[in-house]
């Protein structure tokens, strides 16, 4: 049986071969104006979160969902970079008008936005966690598993929101974010769409 040095060598490998684009996308949405930090953060976690339970449901009942079916949800994404492209659009026409009202309107459901796109985006999680989970099938190593994936988000979380801060790159991170992020979006769908395709075809 392997020991539990062994279980978190392995499940920070998984994590961060799964999420190494995540690291990225987080940068965007520090850098964003309209998602506060702590906004970003629960968005993470819920979307990690279901990612996991999803996994270990799938290792635990025998419930195949192939990551393809995860994949297809790159629509989501698409959908948010078009709405805030128009909403960015809005804006320019009307610079002032209700923008204090609109974040506080839109600040309570930033989290939904982050987890929607964490999600998403899960597709080569599934693919990964499922095997593991059904190797390591014993509570215990799952949960330490979780424990894990946990720790490794708040990881993810620091170092992204560490790198927007950082004099080097804060600028001009912080300067591009708004404009960026719905380009993001856009392309993190159609990556994710696109690898669908390619799971289910090829």
């Not at 597709?123 to 190797?135: E, R």
């Amino acid at each position: 049986m392997i020991d539990i040095l062994g279980l978190v060598a392995i499940g920070v490998a998984a994590f961060a071969a799964t999420n190494i684009d995540d690291i990225f996308v987080l940068m965007i949405f520090f850098s964003s104006l309209t998602l506060p930090v702590r906004q970003v953060v629960l968005g993470q976690y819920i979307g990690i979160g279901l990612l996991i339970i999803i996994s270990a449901l799938g290792s635990l009942i025998a419930l195949v969902v192939p990551p393809y079916a995860i994949g297809l949800l790159g629509i989501i994404p698409i959908a948010i970079g078009i709405k805030n492209l128009v909403e960015i659009g809005k804006k320019d026409k009307f610079p002032s008008r209700q923008v204090v009202k609109d974040k506080k309107n839109k600040s309570y459901l930033s989290f939904l936005t982050v987890a929607a796109v964490t999600f998403s985006n899960g597709g080569d999680n599934i693919g990964v966690y499922i095997p593991l989970f059904s190797k390591y099938n014993a509570v215990s190593q799952i949960a330490a598993f979780a424990a894990v994936f946990i720790a490794m988000t708040a990881v993810w979380c620091i170092v992204s929101y560490y790198f927007v801060y950082h004099p080097l790159v804060a600028y001009r991170i912080r300067h591009t974010g708004n404009i960026a992020l719905p380009f993001v979006f856009i392309g993190l769908g159609i990556y994710i769409l696109t690898e669908s395709f390619l799971l289910t075809y090829m």
